[in-house]
């Protein structure tokens, strides 16, 4: 199993740009998550999925997209990129329990750099 | 609203000494709780977990942490520290109102004097 992955691992934009941060599991988890993790601030929960064409908004969902179109599958739009908005970014999924959320599985991480 | 409290930013401890990191949580229905260790530049891994039952609970590594239900808190624990265990640590918890998310504190960095 490749666990969590995510593309791209670096990536710089200008300010205004678009684009698509990849995430995908095999684990055939239920729930999927996007963090944004920023000095002495932790992570951020940005949008989680509880599955396929569900998604809800976490503590800072402004500015970024997600759509959850397959159990695999969580991509992350930033829809016009802008400075505060550099952060490394990590993907998780876990197993959902009847109220909550299993151990979750952290990506790599994706860090972002806007201009 | 939902909050996860890590009063600690920096913990320096002497190698085998002992070491107790703070987590702190508001809302008022039932947590669970878990504690991850990411090394620098590395992901996020499991330490432990709590969802029900004994509130002493046993993770890897040697870590322990408590559940303590009237102080709102869930205190990781670690009786002799190792220098590889020098890291930043981060406390986080879901709560049981069917809300799903899963809110992380802002993280505790241990220095390990040799």
């Known amino acids: 199993n490749a666990g969590v992955t995510q593309t791209p691992k670096f990536q710089v934009l200008k300010t205004g740009q678009s684009m698509t941060l990849q995430c995908a599991q095999d684990m055939n988890h239920e729930y999927m998550s996007w963090y944004r993790q920023d000095p002495g601030m932790g992570l951020r929960l940005i949008h989680y999925?509880?599955?396929?064409?569900?998604?809800d908004q976490g503590e800072v969902p402004n500015g970024y997209n997600v759509s959850r179109s397959t159990t695999e599958d969580f991509p992350l739009r930033l829809l016009s990129a802008a400075p505060s908005q550099t952060s490394v970014y990590f993907c998780a999924s876990s197993y959902r329990r009847l109220a909550g959320v299993d151990t979750q599985y952290f990506g790599p991480g994706t860090r972002l750099t806007v201009l | 609203a939902q909050s996860v409290t890590q009063p600690d930013i920096h913990i320096t401890v002497s190698e085998g000494a002992s070491l107790e990191l703070r987590c702190n949580y508001s809302y008022g229905a039932t947590p669970y709780l878990f504690w991850y260790v990411q090394s620098p530049g590395q992901g996020l891994q499991l330490l432990l977990k709590y969802f029900s039952g004994d509130t002493l609970v046993q993770g890897i590594k040697g870590f322990e942490a408590e559940f303590k239900r009237s102080q709102s808190s869930f205190n990781l624990r670690k009786p002799s520290v190792h220098w590889s265990d020098a890291a930043e640590y981060f406390c986080a918890v879901g709560w049981m109102d069917s809300s799903y998310k899963l809110i992380f504190g802002s993280g505790t960095r241990l220095l390990v004097r040799p």
């Open positions: 999925s509880v599955g396929a064409g569900i998604t």
